[in-house]
């Protein structure tokens, strides 16, 4: 619902009449978020693979001047140190 203004760009006090601060200075609705965004659920993250390839990682990549060759050997020797070590 749009708020009438007066000539001074402020809420006019009939738009104002009945409505909490809260009311009035909450959110709106956002119809084009799809109903459940991802990543919002624990335990559901892409995987390493689906994260080197999305492009604005690349571009950080590129930016940063970082093999994606080399950061895989990286991931790789973490991960294999990884299996070794026992947690208590």
Excluded at 8 to 19: C, H, L
Excluded at 38 to 45: C, K, L, N, S, Y
Excluded at 69 to 76: G, I, N, P, S
Aim: proline residues 10%; glycine residues 6%.
């Amino acid at each position: 619902m749009p708020m009438s203004r007066s000539g001074n760009g402020s809420p006019t006090s009939s738009a104002r009449a009945g409505k909490s601060p809260a009311d009035r200075f909450s959110a709106p609705e956002v119809s084009w978020l799809p109903p459940a965004a991802p990543f919002t659920t624990a335990g559901v993250e892409p995987s390493f693979n689906e994260i080197l390839r999305d492009p604005i990682i690349q571009l950080l990549m590129n930016r940063d001047h970082v093999d994606e060759t080399e950061l895989r050997k990286f991931a790789r020797a973490i991960r294999g140190n990884r299996r070794r070590v026992r947690v208590a």
